[in-house]
């Protein structure tokens, strides 16, 4: 457990309307980010952040937008939801293990746009 | 572009037998090699890990091989149980940034 919360858990929204999902952590982790997860595509990156104010885009993303004011919060922004974001949405962060960083994964928020 | 290559997509064992899961990458840079067990609802948890200086790591029934030369390397479970039966993904990293394969859905027959 790295001390990884999302919020919401679950959400159904209708295109067009704006939606936010927040990624909170406990530990004071540096790097933090946001991954969706699509049947065929695996883990894809979104955005990242390497801390407060820094951040950078990911793979994917187009439609999205990231904030974070404060180390322990990252805020993933969808200005106008599309059906084709309907996805599971995973927040992760990177702690130290051994001898490197490896990351860690929080439960996940799934996003069902109509 | 797919910096990752996972096969097979899904994968049915019979109980016993042995689960193999292979990735490949490109990048020569990469310098972590973690696998990643997934069950329905839940998040991504480690599952183990590899570094490049060697060329097996075993934690209990898991096993990583990693061929260095050949770009590849693969998960195996041994007396695969049914409580196995999740999604798996590999994952290569170079520092801070990861990057996934995209998943094999592994069913253990009992």
């Known amino acids: 457990d790295a001390g990884i919360t999302q919020s919401p858990r679950h959400k159904v929204t209708e295109t067009g309307t704006p939606v936010t999902l927040r990624c909170h952590q406990t530990e004071n982790h540096r790097y933090m980010y946001w991954y969706r997860q699509d049947p065929g595509h695996g883990l894809r990156l979104i955005h990242y952040?390497?801390?407060?104010?820094?951040?950078d885009k990911g793979e994917v993303s187009d439609g999205y937008s990231v904030s974070r004011s404060k180390t322990e919060d990252f805020l993933l922004t969808l200005e106008s939801a599309t059906s084709s974001q309907t996805s599971v949405y995973f927040c992760?962060?990177?702690?130290?293990?051994?001898?490197?960083?490896?990351?860690?994964f929080g439960p996940g928020t799934r996003l069902l746009v109509l | 572009q797919q910096q990752v290559k996972q096969s097979p997509q899904s994968l049915i064992v019979q109980k016993g037998g042995i689960s193999i899961i292979n990735c490949a990458y490109e990048?020569?840079?990469?310098?972590?090699f973690p696998w990643y067990q997934q069950f329905p609802g839940k998040g991504p948890a480690l599952l183990i890990a590899i570094r490049p200086d060697v060329s097996e790591k075993k934690e209990g029934r898991f096993t990583i091989s990693f061929n260095k030369s050949a770009k590849q390397f693969s998960l195996h479970i041994m007396d695969s149980q049914p409580g196995d039966s999740a999604t798996y993904f590999c994952a290569a990293a170079i520092g801070n940034q990861f990057y996934f394969g995209t998943g094999t859905s592994l069913t253990v027959i009992p």
């Open positions: 992760a962060i990177t702690r130290g293990q051994g001898n490197g960083e490896t990351q860690y």
């Open positions: 990048n020569t840079a990469f310098d972590y």
């Open positions: 952040s390497y801390g407060v104010k820094d951040t």
